[in-house]
């Protein structure tokens, strides 16, 4: 099973809301990622997960809160987001060091009205 | 900051021969170079990585310059369905979570 899956497939939310993503993969990877893809652009690297623990988190503010509650699943917990967070949350996997190529999941795409 | 620099865009004719290319001059030693493509409404696809030798794969050949400094992603026979939006990224050995960049990638047009 090659596949990263995520849930929901779409989101739409207001500023107020608190809403989760979900990730899981069963590759036994144990490096999970979080980016996010506004129109256009390329993919923005949010948060790295290393067996379990956050090892980065490039300076997202704190509205987006990642977690990883085991090595098959990673959530990305969502707060008073703001519009222009709308965009395309894109979930990958890879096993850790060496060439590690990453699978991304199809990715969640998120409307924050 | 991207390390790696790509065209913004490139055409190609259906079954013909395609070469995107990449820079990426600030290359460590223990650098892979890896390649994924993004079909449109979908996620990103790896298609390919390398370090220092030429790799062939089912989906794509990398050609590796000897200094390192750029490579080439060789499609063989271009089909309507390899037109995506092609990443050419580097990702360290051991520094593998810190500094990965997709740079601004090339969207490849494939003309029937």
């Known amino acids: 099973d090659t596949e990263v899956t995520q849930t929901p497939k779409h989101l739409v939310m207001g500023m107020t809301n608190k809403k989760s993503l979900k990730c899981e993969q069963h590759m036994g990877h144990r490096a999970m990622y979080w980016y996010k893809q506004k129109a256009k652009k390329p993919p923005e690297l949010m948060f790295v997960y290393s067996y379990e623990k956050l090892s980065i988190n490039e300076s997202v503010p704190s509205r987006f809160s990642p977690e990883c509650p085991n090595s098959s699943l990673l959530n990305l917990h969502l707060h008073a987001l703001q519009p222009e967070d709308s965009a395309l949350y894109l979930c990958a996997s890879s096993q850790i060091g060496g060439a590690g190529e990453q699978f991304f999941g199809p990715g969640t795409r998120l409307t924050v009205l | 900051d991207a390390k790696t620099t790509q065209p913004n865009s490139m055409e190609s004719n259906e079954e013909e021969p395609v070469h995107l290319p990449c820079n990426h001059s600030?290359?460590?030693?223990?650098?892979?170079i890896h390649w994924y493509r993004q079909l449109p409404s979908q996620g990103p696809e790896y298609v390919i990585h390398?370090?220092?030798s030429n790799v062939n794969n089912r989906m794509a050949s990398l050609a590796i310059a000897e200094d390192r400094k750029s490579s080439t992603l060789i499609l063989h026979r271009a089909t309507l369905r390899d037109a995506a939006v092609y990443y050419c990224?580097?990702?360290?050995?051991?520094?593998?979570?810190?500094?990965?960049?997709f740079g601004t990638g090339t969207r490849l047009t494939v003309i029937p």
């Open positions: 390398g370090l220092t």
């Open positions: 990224i580097l990702r360290g050995a051991y520094d593998w979570a810190n500094n990965l960049f």
């Open positions: 600030t290359i460590s030693g223990t650098d892979y």
